[in-house]
Structure formats: structure tokens, C-alpha cells
């Protein structure tokens, strides 16, 4: 079985002259700001637009709200708008870092309603490796006209996940590594450690040991056990509401329907009042 919201370097490379198809570059590189759009600059694919995630796919951080909170809805379509992303286009993305800067622009798209959006099955160097075209010509998006539709069941706050947390109808999933889920190892953030009755699920092992996607067997049998929980409201986050939505887009390949805790981590130690755990559950 095939993917819904993923798709093939082979795939692309056949539709990239179709004028449905938009192309949307997220390379970011955590530590170096500037290396993703200076990457863009050097190379890209034909037709892709840059979306950097501090200062496009991310708000103005807070005491709350984690290290990338969402931009204001108004901002974000005004973005989308500016860079000519409209409703109908087949929005179809990429990077070079898994897929984690992809999935956070698949879900920010999907939760302002945007229907037919897609992620690239493995990063630009893949591409470039398999000597598909690219180029350093400078894109200017002509403006679009989109309309939001928000899809709030999507998203959950810190506050209500804290009412929930001992709840015996959600289930709470961490997608960092291991070694910061138990707060045996954490460079990032102040505070180690994970939110309590959370189980630990690395984004990364949505990935083959060459940074692509797995297939989508391989995928489902990693995940296989979360399928007896679907009555369960599941409730997926990370470090800061980014990596974590690599997990989103593989659940909901399965047929679920994870909600994604923006804030994250990074927000849910800002207050001191929420309790913390570590090691395993």
C-alpha cells in the first residue's frame, strides 16, 4: 500500500513542469539559522520556495508558548498569500533533515485546511545524488488567493493536556530521543526529562538508516501497537512542535488522528507548576 501524504523524488521529478504542483523548500538547520535559506540560494529544486522555520513557520517567542510557538493564523495565511500558495495548489515539500522541517509546514498547511499536501520521500541531497535537475534561479511567487479554514481539533494546549495528564483515555507520546525523554542527556533545553505517562517514540525511527522515509509496511509494523489504542485521544509532542510532526504524519497514515502539542516541552517546563518525569514509564 502506497502512502497518502508522501511521495517519491521519481514521482516529482515527472510533474515538475505540471503548473498544479508547488514546490516548498523548509531546509533549516538548528544551531545555523542562516543555512537554509543560504542553501536555497546555492541550489534548490525547479520552482521551490524557501519557508524558513524561525521566521515564517514560527511566532515570536514568549515566556510561554515554547521555542516555536505558531505564527499568528494572520500571519501565516498572509505568508502562504506572499509566496503563492492557494487551495488548489498540490503543495509538495521538502529538506534535508529528515523530513522534520517538511512535516512541520505539511501540518501548519493542513491545519489552516489546505487539503492536497504532500512531503518528498527523502531529502535534497537524495535528490541531487540521483542527478535530478536543480538550479540557483531565484523564485518570485506570484500572489494567491487562500482562504483558511482552521481545524482547531488538531492542536492541543499545555493547560488542557494538564487537566488530562491522568487520564486513562489519552495517550501521551514523546518523540525525542531517548536519551531526553529519560533527562539522562538534554543540550537544548533547561530542564530534563519527559512529561509524565508519556511513552517514548523517536521521530527518527519513522526513518531508514539513510535519512529516507521507511516504506509504508515497514512504517506500519513499527507502529502496529498504537492501533489497539485508537479510542484513545492520542497526543503526540517533542522539544519545540517541530520533529514531533514526523510521528503526526505517520499516524495519520494508520488511520489516526493524533493531536500535536505545539509548545511541546520547551513549554510545558516554562511553568513550574507541571509536573515532570524521568527516566522509563
Known amino acids: 500500500m502506497d502512502y497518502k501524504y508522501i511521495v517519491s523524488s521519481e514521482w516529482l521529478k515527472e510533474r515538475l513542469h505540471d503548473p498544479d504542483i508547488y514546490i516548498a523548500d523548509c531546509r533549516f538547520q538548528l544551531g545555523s539559522p542562516n543555512k537554509g535559506i543560504e542553501s536555497y540560494k546555492e541550489e534548490h529544486l525547479p520552482k521551490a520556495v524557501h519557508f524558513d522555520l524561525e521566521q515564517e513557520l514560527s511566532g515570536e517567542k514568549q515566556r510561554h508558548g515554547g521555542r516555536h510557538p505558531l505564527p499568528t493564523m494572520e500571519n501565516f495565511v498572509h505568508t502562504l498569500r506572499q509566496k503563492g500558495i492557494s487551495n488548489e495548489k498540490k503543495v509538495v515539500i521538502y529538506d534535508d533533515q529528515g523530513g522534520a522541517m517538511a512535516s512541520r509546514l505539511w501540518w501548519m498547511l493542513r491545519y489552516v485546511g489546505h487539503v492536497q499536501v504532500f512531503i518528498l520521500n527523502e531529502g535534497f541531497s537524495h535528490w ?54 529519560t533527562g539522562e542527556q538534554e543540550t537544548i533545553d533547561p530542564i530534563a526529562g519527559h512529561i509524565p505517562s508519556a511513552v517514548n517514540e523517536d521521530w527518527q525511527n519513522r526513518l531508514s538508516n539513510d535519512g529516507r522515509w521507511l516504506s509504508k509496511l515497514e512504517q506500519d509494523e513499527r507502529l502496529s501497537k498504537y492501533i489497539v489504542m485508537k479510542d484513545k485521544e492520542l497526543i503526540v509532542y517533542c522539544g519545540s512542535g517541530v520533529t514531533a510532526c514526523v510521528n503526526v504524519l505517520a499516524l495519520e497514515e494508520m488511520g489516526l488522528q493524533p493531536k500535536l502539542y505545539v509548545g511541546s516541552w520547551s513549554d510545558w517546563i516554562s511553568y513550574p507548576d507541571h509536573p515532570i518525569a524521568t527516566g522509563e514509564e
Do not use: C, V, W
Not at 150 to 175: A, F
Open 128 to 181: 541531487k545524488e540521483k542527478g535530478y535537475p536543480t538550479t540557483n534561479k531565484a523564485i518570485s511567487p506570484q500572489l494567491a488567493a487562500f482562504t483558511p479554514r482552521l481545524r482547531k481539533e488538531m492542536k492541543i494546549e499545555g493547560e488542557t493536556l494538564k487537566k488530562k495528564l491522568h487520564s486513562k483515555e489519552i495517550l501521551l507520546m514523546d518523540s525525542r530521543s531517548k536519551e531526553r525523554y
